[in-house]
Nanobody, 121 residues
Framework: QVQLVESGGGLVQPGGSLRLSCVAS????????IGWFRQAPGKEREAVSC????????YSANSVKGRFAISRDDGKNTAYLEMSSLKFEDTGNYYC??????????????RGQGTQVTVSS
């Protein structure tokens, strides 16, 4: 059974940092491309960053470039999203997904439930 479980969200002040984790089970993460997405209340889903099977980071939203970094630990079958210099507008539910095209970073076949990130002073 394919599963993706996120953790690491929380309440953080502007300028702070968080590291989100996405543990995969039921498949080998290294055999697929993975992405992080976020959604805030009343807003459309936004692709944050994607990581290709062989090609590393393939996509980063302009709004997070230079602040967020996606990575993968094959030994732990886990993907990460390192977030720094967080802003109010980064608030949202962040979830990881198994993406079909990491360069487009758009469509996916499985996703996790997500972890809430709230940036507030």
């Amino acid at each position: 059974q394919v599963q993706l479980v996120e953790s690491g969200g929380g309440l953080v002040q502007p300028g702070g940092s968080l590291r989100l984790s996405c543990v995969a089970s039921g498949f080998t993460l290294a055999d697929y491309s993975i992405g992080w997405f976020r959604q805030a209340p009343g807003k459309e889903r936004e692709a944050v960053s994607c990581f290709g099977r062989y090609s590393g980071t393939t996509y980063s939203a302009n709004s997070v470039k230079g602040r967020f970094a996606i990575s993968r630990d094959d030994g732990k079958n886990t993907a990460y999203l390192e977030m720094s210099s967080l802003k109010f507008e980064d608030t949202g539910n962040y979830y990881c997904a198994r993406v079909q095209n990491p360069w487009q970073c758009k469509d996916y076949d499985f996703r996790g439930q997500g972890t809430q990130v709230t940036v507030s002073s």
